[in-house]
């Protein structure tokens, strides 16, 4: 490396050093700093801190200092360039697309040899091992924490006017959404979708497709990714599908506000909505799966804890302690159950099931069920560039301005075999 | 006046020219260096040459750019400089409804652009916004998508600046009309001349370096829009409002493209140049006539 961007680093260093020291709270006396940056805002910023502060009271021996960091994708970028100036934080989670990435830049430290855990009763769809394909053959670098799968929501009220039920595949999908589509006035909309990758990557997968064909070619699921496009853009055309303005998270926000007032009688979003959805709704919230194309099929979100090789030992293993705590079964339940998140721990499911916590809340087993149909993701090093600079805009573009589903595909197919 | 020592006002310079070769020259070496490198901060920086903006030219991306930030640019020079100029020439007149009114319409400029694109994203709003509101009142159709629409948007977003900006305009063209001597108006006045021709033939002529001083710097600090496409559209839908501030921001900060932001900041570094320069020759050839 030149020594130039040594001096970029030291500046970005310092600025991370400041901003750090700002915002954390000082660490007591003999006890071992973990510092931890994480992106949730809201609800889920509050019980997360909540478990913060739990852990904290609970042990004399380490002391997690928790910093909030905007949301995935400015908490990524901030983590990627404190790892460059070499500030970074132990411990962060990053969603899953990027962690074979951080994986081949050697930035992850391998948890493996930690001691507990090898003993963690991860879900295996929700941990490396099944959320890509072959993860379990690699050294694990990141335990799940927040994850997810896309669910429906529907508006209980709406739905029952209408005599409607949850749609079961594509064609009551558009059924439904025309159905419960209103044109007068400010018009209300069937349903609300936004047009992101993960959605996207769900209906390539129910419509029998998959983002790198089985040879390792990034095929964008080939024509089916084309008929996940048009069911899209058919949706749009007709005006039973809203489109929200806005990029990344401003799309879901303003999705999730159309759902709220009304605007939105179904929308697809994260589970990790559910418990915000249901506590800020007038109305009753239906939470269902997704529909099924040819099959049924999900991707699982979210993001992954990840501890950072450059931090001290002392740090790490301080972190993995942490990590371990946050596993428990009273930490993962308490983390599910306030906010929607599917519960990680096979020890914390069966103390569900065995509360009877299920059975009030049918809602809530909603994308633990999902998981039977949940699809791996490739462990790709160019999934993220993937996802953020070639297909992410292009879906926008196709939607939005009705582009030639087949040609929009095709033009990002061979951006994807472009070196980086 | 002429210094007693030779070397001293270079002393007296010193400060001043250190800070801008660490904190302008010294970057802006740094910034071509890397603009023609591969780099992701993570794995290390591999030389490609020009291939930053071969790549940036190929996809597109730098025209795009470049006609995006253009066309909001001009549209936010035109608008802001008609607002600005209409509201002085309302506004030219002693009165505390007056003060009262200029001191409104220039309080949005001191405004965070922050706290302005929020609440325009507000009043924007397709379902719920007073623009909105008024539309399906007017048409008693759906109003459009002010900010999903990629036709609509950047128009939306150069409207919102000129909101902010017209003040600018205003207080800058109010001191130009001031300058206007009263006594060529009064004799226009009294040779029968109409108010129209009045403005045509002797202020707007009077004020064109006014209007030249308006119409450069708020077309350069349109160019460097960022904080309200940020805040309401993120560059978006479809890239139609993403400026070149943003697209450098977008390449540095989320996509961690050293290179290519860095070869698109030396593209944008080139164009401000050029327009520092012509807004130079446009005065000097004003200040000749």
Same mark, same amino acid.
């Given at each position: 490396?030149?020594?130039?961007?040594?001096?970029?680093?030291?500046?970005?260093?310092?600025?991370?050093?400041?901003?750090?020291?700002? +915002?954390?709270?000082?660490?007591?006396?003999?006890?071992?700093? #973990?510092?931890?940056?994480?992106?949730?805002?809201?609800?889920?910023?509050?019980?997360?801190?909540?478990?913060?502060?739990?852990?904290?009271?609970?042990?004399?021996?380490?002391? #997690?200092?928790?910093?909030?960091?905007?949301?995935?994708?400015?908490?990524?970028?901030?983590?990627?360039?404190?790892?460059?100036?070499?500030?970074?934080?132990?411990?962060?989670?990053?969603?899953?697309?990027?962690?074979?990435?951080?994986?081949?830049?050697?930035?992850?430290?391998?948890?493996?040899?930690?001691?507990?855990?090898?003993?963690?009763?991860?879900?295996?769809?929700?941990?490396?091992?099944?959320?890509?394909?072959?993860?379990?053959?690699?050294?694990?670098?990141?335990?799940?924490?927040?994850?997810?799968?896309?669910?429906?929501?529907?508006?209980? *009220?709406?739905?029952?006017?209408?005599?409607?039920? !949850?749609?079961?595949?594509?064609?009551?999908?558009?059924?439904? +959404?025309?159905?419960?589509? *209103?044109?007068?006035?400010?018009?209300?909309?069937?349903?609300?979708?936004?047009?992101?990758?993960?959605?996207?990557?769900?209906? #390539?997968?129910?419509?029998?497709?998959?983002?790198?064909? *089985?040879?390792?070619?990034?095929?964008?699921?080939?024509?089916?990714?084309?008929?996940?496009?048009?069911?899209?853009?058919?949706?749009?055309?007709?005006?039973?599908?809203?489109?929200?303005?806005?990029?990344?998270?401003?799309?879901?926000?303003?999705?999730?506000?159309?759902?709220?007032?009304?605007?939105?009688?179904?929308?697809?979003?994260?589970?990790?909505?559910?418990?915000?959805?249901?506590?800020?709704?007038?109305?009753?919230?239906?939470?269902?799966?997704?529909?099924?194309?040819?099959?049924?099929?999900?991707?699982?979100?979210?993001?992954?804890?990840?501890?950072?090789?450059?931090?001290?030992?002392?740090?790490?293993?301080?972190?993995?302690?942490?990590?371990?705590?946050?596993?428990?079964?009273?930490?993962?339940?308490?983390?599910?159950?306030?906010?929607?998140?599917?519960?990680?721990?096979?020890?914390?499911?069966?103390?569900?099931?065995?509360?009877?916590?299920?059975?009030?809340?049918?809602?809530?087993?909603?994308?633990?069920?999902?998981?039977? #149909?949940?699809?791996?993701?490739?462990?790709?090093?160019?999934?993220?560039?993937?996802?953020? *600079?070639?297909?992410?805009?292009?879906?926008?573009?196709?939607?939005?301005?009705?582009?030639?589903?087949? !040609?929009?595909?095709?033009?990002?197919?061979?951006?994807?075999?472009?070196?980086? | 006046?002429?210094?007693?020592?030779?070397?001293?006002?270079?002393?007296?310079?010193?400060?001043?020219?250190?800070?801008?070769?660490?904190?302008?020259?010294?970057?802006?070496?740094?910034?071509?260096?890397?603009?023609?490198?591969?780099?992701?901060?993570?794995?290390?920086?591999?030389?490609?040459?020009?291939?930053?903006? &071969?790549?940036?030219?190929?996809?597109?991306?730098?025209?795009?750019?470049?006609?995006?930030?253009?066309?909001?640019?001009?549209?936010?020079?035109?608008?802001?400089?008609?607002?600005?100029? =209409?509201?002085?020439?309302?506004?030219?007149?002693?009165?505390?409804?007056?003060?009262?009114?200029?001191?409104?319409?220039?309080?949005?400029?001191?405004?965070?652009?922050?706290?302005?694109?929020?609440?325009?994203?507000?009043?924007?709003? =397709?379902?719920?916004?007073?623009?909105?509101?008024?539309?399906?009142?007017?048409?008693?159709?759906? %109003?459009?998508?002010?900010?999903?629409?990629? %036709?609509?948007?950047?128009?939306?977003?150069?409207?919102?600046?000129?909101?902010?900006?017209?003040?600018?305009?205003?207080?800058?063209?109010?001191?130009?009309?001031?300058?206007?001597?009263?006594?060529?108006?009064?004799? =226009?006045?009294?040779?029968?001349?109409? =108010?129209?021709?009045?403005?045509?033939?002797?202020?707007?002529?009077?004020? &064109?370096?006014?209007?030249?001083?308006?119409?450069?710097?708020?077309?350069?600090?349109?160019?460097?829009?960022?904080?309200?496409?940020?805040?309401?559209?993120?560059?978006?839908?479809?890239?139609?409002?993403?400026?070149?501030?943003?697209?450098?921001?977008?390449?540095?900060?989320?996509?961690?493209?050293?290179? &290519? %932001?860095?070869?698109? %900041?030396?593209?944008?570094?080139?164009?401000?140049?050029?327009?520092?320069?012509?807004?130079?020759?446009?005065?000097?050839?004003?200040?000749?006539?």
């Amino acid at each position: 490396m030149i020594p130039r961007r040594d001096f970029l680093r030291a500046g970005a260093a310092a600025s991370a050093s400041v901003l750090g020291a700002c +915002a954390a709270d000082a660490v007591p006396k003999g006890r071992t700093p #973990v510092s931890l940056w994480f992106s949730y805002g809201g609800t889920n910023r509050e019980v997360l801190e909540s478990l913060v502060r739990r852990f904290n009271d609970r042990q004399t021996r380490d002391y #997690v200092q928790a910093v909030y960091q905007g949301d995935y994708f400015e908490g990524l970028a901030k983590l990627r360039t404190a790892i460059a100036a070499r500030a970074a934080p132990v411990l962060s989670h990053v969603v899953g697309e990027v962690v074979p990435y951080l994986a081949q830049a050697g930035v992850l430290e391998p948890l493996t040899d930690y001691p507990g855990i090898g003993e963690l009763d991860v879900i295996p769809e929700l941990g490396q091992g099944r959320t890509w394909v072959g993860g379990g053959a690699r050294p694990l670098v990141a335990l799940p924490f927040n994850r997810s799968t896309p669910i429906a929501y529907l508006n209980g *009220e709406r739905f029952a006017q209408a005599g409607l039920r !949850a749609p079961q595949n594509w064609d009551e999908l558009r059924a439904v +959404a025309k159905r419960l589509t *209103e044109r007068k006035g400010g018009g209300r909309f069937g349903f609300g979708c936004p047009i992101n990758w993960w959605f996207w990557v769900a209906l #390539v997968g129910q419509a029998g497709g998959a983002i790198v064909a *089985e040879d390792g070619r990034v095929s964008l699921g080939d024509e089916a990714g084309a008929q996940a496009l048009r069911l899209w853009q058919e949706l749009a055309r007709e005006g039973s599908m809203k489109p929200p303005p806005g990029r990344d998270y401003n799309a879901w926000e303003q999705c999730n506000q159309d759902f709220l007032s009304g605007r939105a009688a179904m929308i697809w979003s994260s589970t990790a909505f559910l418990k915000y959805l249901e506590a800020n709704a007038r109305f009753e919230v239906i939470a269902a799966p997704l529909p099924a194309g040819v099959k049924r099929a999900v991707p699982t979100g979210g993001t992954f804890w990840v501890v950072l090789r450059s931090a001290p030992s002392a740090e790490k293993a301080a972190a993995v302690r942490f990590l371990r705590f946050m596993h428990e079964p009273e930490q993962v339940i308490s983390w599910s159950t306030r906010t929607g998140y599917i519960p990680v721990t096979r020890s914390a499911v069966r103390m569900l099931e065995a509360r009877g916590y299920y059975a009030p809340r049918p809602n809530d087993r909603v994308a633990l069920e999902q998981l039977a #149909v949940a699809e791996p993701w490739p462990w790709s090093v160019d999934l993220f560039r993937i996802q953020r *600079e070639i297909v992410q805009p292009r879906l926008e573009s196709a939607v939005i301005q009705q582009r030639d589903a087949r !040609a929009v595909l095709t033009e990002a197919r061979a951006l994807a075999r472009e070196p980086a | 006046m002429k210094p007693s020592r030779r070397l001293d006002p270079y002393w007296m310079l010193l400060p001043t020219l250190l800070l801008l070769l660490v904190f302008f020259v010294y970057p802006l070496i740094m910034l071509v260096e890397h603009s023609l490198f591969s780099w992701d901060l993570l794995t290390p920086a591999r030389y490609v040459g020009l291939a930053n903006y &071969r790549s940036l030219w190929r996809s597109g991306e730098l025209w795009q750019t470049f006609t995006t930030t253009l066309s909001m640019s001009l549209a936010v020079v035109l608008g802001s400089m008609a607002a600005g100029l =209409a509201l002085a020439l309302l506004l030219d007149r002693p009165g505390r409804f007056a003060a009262f009114v200029r001191s409104a319409v220039f309080s949005a400029y001191v405004v965070s652009w922050v706290s302005v694109g929020l609440l325009f994203l507000w009043l924007l709003d =397709a379902d719920s916004g007073i623009f909105s509101w008024i539309w399906r009142h007017l048409a008693g159709t759906r %109003a459009p998508h002010w900010l999903g629409d990629p %036709a609509l948007a950047p128009w939306a977003v150069a409207g919102v600046t000129v909101w902010k900006i017209t003040g600018y305009a205003l207080v800058i063209f109010l001191s130009g009309l001031q300058d206007v001597p009263q006594s060529i108006l009064e004799a =226009a006045e009294l040779d029968g001349a109409t =108010a129209t021709k009045r403005f045509s033939s002797v202020t707007w002529p009077l004020l &064109r370096p006014t209007t030249l001083f308006v119409a450069t710097t708020s077309l350069i600090a349109s160019f460097q829009l960022f904080d309200v496409v940020r805040v309401m559209t993120q560059g978006g839908p479809v890239r139609s409002t993403t400026v070149f501030v943003y697209a450098i921001y977008e390449q540095l900060f989320l996509d961690l493209r050293v290179g &290519r %932001a860095s070869a698109e %900041a030396v593209v944008f570094f080139v164009i401000l140049l050029l327009l520092t320069g012509a807004q130079f020759l446009l005065f000097r050839s004003e200040e000749g006539a």
